[in-house]
């Protein structure tokens, strides 16, 4: 099981993160102001759209098979029949994205495909090193994992750096595709290294199937909510501004150092100890002792971000990011709320519930979008914010229903 040194490496993976893309954020804010903050986060959603296809797809049901695999062998297998398809998936949805690239500069408000197009690019590259981190992850390597996350944090950091000197969006688009061909390549050699090519025939095909049950999950969510997320941004550019968007986006920055720990957690710590868990009655054990301790602390961590919200966006911000205090107490609502949804999600990954997971999607960030489109008349943020809340109390409860509704009936979907 997951030991103390793992469990601090899992930590510092996610501070990592966050402390360099709150770098870059910051200096995204000094540079260029909300408004820019906003239009990088819609790049870094076309990024997102391209690799988390692989990510919360084929690399989530790699991490969970690994975890329940008994020989290195079948470890091996494993590894190269996620590799090939997760940078297939990713490749389909990148080449989708170019041939979109018109349409999604326009939504930039700067009309440039260059700049699509190196976005898709490097969320081509950002599949290897994901594809890595979800091997070491099914095998409680987490230290490993931190080494790799030092590596591509430096990539945030690049481009926080390439902002300050004053590059545009096109130009540090470049640097950071650049950046993850580098360590992609490098990483691609490796992964070739240490994946099987040879072995049963009968296992890799039966492995194969295995990992393409995941694959539609991928594109579920991997499509679905970076594009939930664009398209929420530009129903609130045209209801409100770019600038306000940009505040909007700094509060929920703000609160990832509470959700993306949250989330890093259950996946770093409890997503391997579910699988493992799963078909016994300690998976019930497990859900319970990571719902006391994930969602306690963070009901702890929202309740701080709201008390001294104007201190923080000053802080990691500057002072034009301010929003009111019931906007910012239905927001951190709405992220408790979708942290507790987190909880049951990845006990249905672990339960190879894909079609479940799948179904739920539609339920969290499109439905968002679909309630600030319907509700676009009057729109402020502290009705984003309500609508946020209730699009999350929706998920939460059916991933729970479905959670309660298998955990009794313990076996792989079909």
Not at 6 to 15: Q, Y
Not at 117 to 130: D, H, I, N, R, S
Not at 281 to 305: D, K, P, S, W, Y
Not at 313 to 326: H, I, K, M, N
Request: net charge positive; aromatic share 8%; with cysteine.
């Amino acid at each position: 099981m997951t030991s103390i040194r793992s469990v601090l490496a899992a930590f510092a993976i996610i501070l990592i993160d966050l402390c360099t893309r709150a770098g870059l954020d910051k200096v995204l804010a000094l540079v260029g102001g909300p408004a820019m903050v906003a239009l990088w986060a819609q790049l870094q959603s076309v990024v997102e759209v391209v690799c988390v296809v692989a990510m919360v797809g084929v690399l989530q049901g790699l991490t969970v098979l690994i975890a329940q695999a008994r020989e290195t062998r079948d470890e091996r297998i494993l590894l190269d029949a996620a590799l090939k398809l997760a940078l297939g998936t990713s490749t389909a949805v990148a080449l989708a994205a170019a041939l979109a690239a018109p349409l999604l500069a326009d939504s930039l408000g700067e009309g440039r495909t260059e700049t699509i197009w190196l976005a898709a690019l490097t969320g081509c590259c950002a599949t290897l090193p994901a594809t890595l981190n979800a091997y070491w992850l099914g095998k409680h390597r987490q230290q490993r994992m931190l080494r790799l996350a030092l590596l591509t944090g430096a990539v945030w950091l690049l481009a926080a750096a390439g902002a300050w000197m004053g590059l545009g969006l096109g130009e540090l688009m470049l640097a950071q595709c650049s950046a993850m061909l580098l360590i992609g390549g490098a990483i691609w050699r490796y992964l070739r290294s240490v994946s099987g090519e040879g072995g049963d025939q009968a296992k890799k095909s039966a492995y194969f199937r295995k990992l393409v049950k995941f694959v539609p999950v991928g594109l579920a969510i991997g499509i679905l909510s970076p594009v939930s997320m664009l398209l929420i941004r530009g129903i609130l550019s045209g209801t409100l501004s770019w600038n306000e968007v940009g505040i909007m986006q700094a509060l929920w920055r703000s609160s990832d150092w509470v959700t993306a720990t949250s989330a890093g957690v259950l996946s770093l710590v409890f997503l391997p100890r579910f699988s493992q868990a799963y078909g016994s009655a300690q998976f019930a054990r497990e859900l319970e002792r990571a719902g006391l301790m994930v969602l306690t602390a963070a009901a702890c961590l929202l309740l701080l971000i709201y008390l001294y919200q104007r201190t923080l966006l000053a802080t990691l911000y500057d002072a034009r990011f301010a929003v009111s205090d019931e906007a910012t107490a239905l927001f951190m609502l709405g992220n408790w709320a979708r942290i507790a949804s987190w909880l049951f999600f990845f006990g249905l990954f672990a339960a190879h519930r894909t079609r479940l997971i799948m179904a739920g999607e539609v339920l969290s960030l499109p439905l968002y979008a679909l309630l600030l489109w319907l509700y676009a008349n009057g729109m402020t943020l502290e009705r984003a914010a309500l609508l946020y809340l209730l699009s999350y109390l929706v998920y939460l409860g059916f991933n729970a229903a479905c959670v309660l509704r298998v955990k009794d009936r313990q076996g792989p979907d079909t």
